[in-house]
């Protein structure tokens, strides 16, 4: 079974970190990107971050640059996104999923989901910031 799995969401305070992580299972990770994106109460799907195949090429969305990191390790299967400096606007629920093509290598991945086809998507992992 093809299938990514969220885990590390939590409550955290203002200002606070989380470490979230994307797992593979069932397929090896080395030969896709990994995109995540979050659910928040009463808005639409909107995409946070995304890293390529290579790992070489980052790109995230506005509201989270210079906040979150996304990087891989593939020897664990594993892509990550580090958030740092949360806000309670952070509050969602966060789901990872992989591109075809690889559309990671272009900043405005998030934009038009037309771009690509997006599968495996994990039950995604709530995240609440909240003092």
């Known amino acids: 079974q093809l299938q990514l799995v969220e885990s590390g969401g939590g409550l955290v305070q203002p200002g606070g970190s989380l470490r979230l992580s994307c797992a593979a299972s069932?397929?090896?990770?080395?030969?896709?990107?990994i995109g995540w994106f979050r659910q928040v109460p009463g808005k639409e799907r909107e995409g946070v971050s995304c890293?390529?195949?290579?790992?070489?090429?980052?790109n995230h969305a506005d509201s989270v640059k210079g906040r979150f990191t996304i990087s891989r390790d593939n020897a664990k299967n594993t892509v990550y996104l580090q958030m740092n400096s949360l806000k309670p606007e952070d509050t969602a629920v966060y789901y990872c999923a992989v591109p075809t093509p690889d559309i990671c290598v272009r900043s405005d991945w998030y934009s038009d989901y037309t771009l690509a086809i997006w599968d495996y998507w994990g039950q995604g992992t709530q995240v609440t910031v909240s003092s």
């Open positions: 069932g397929f090896t990770l080395d030969y896709y990107g």
């Open positions: 890293i390529s195949s290579s790992g070489r090429t980052t």
